[in-house]
């Protein structure tokens, strides 16, 4: 079992930056890919970033030039900068993590972006 523990949303306002991150634990564990996810209310979950275990990311459209994703391997972490952001940037996002076939998930962290 693996478990992701995010941190880093809040309030800010719009122009300003955060940056989240999210550990992932468990015995013996060997991560592919990780990213983030967010979710609007009232609106489906998008993929925000993700990144391979190899470094490689990819970026939703509406994020491209202003967030970006890292990851540091030996720690099993993945962190989102999020800079210049904007009240549609509002959402609970959540992190992923994917261990051979099975994807694993936060428990979601709020981000408000108040204009």
């Known amino acids: 079992q693996v478990q992701l523990v995010e941190s880093g949303g809040g309030l800010v306002q719009a122009g300003g930056s955060l940056r989240l991150s999210c550990a992932a634990s468990?015995?013996?564990?060997?991560?592919?890919?990780m990213g983030w996810y967010r979710q609007a209310p009232g609106k489906q979950r998008e993929l925000v970033a993700a990144?391979?275990?190899?470094?490689?990311?990819n970026y939703a459209d509406s994020v491209k030039g202003r967030f970006t994703i890292s990851r540091d391997n030996a720690k099993n972490t993945v962190y989102l900068q999020m800079n210049s952001l904007k009240p549609e940037d509002t959402a609970v996002y959540y992190c992923?993590?994917?261990?051979?076939?099975?994807?694993?998930w936060g428990q979601g962290t709020q981000v408000t972006v108040s204009s």
């Open positions: 992923n993590a994917d261990v051979y076939v099975v994807r694993y």
């Open positions: 468990g015995s013996s564990i060997s991560i592919n890919a």
């Open positions: 990144i391979t275990s190899g470094g490689g990311t």
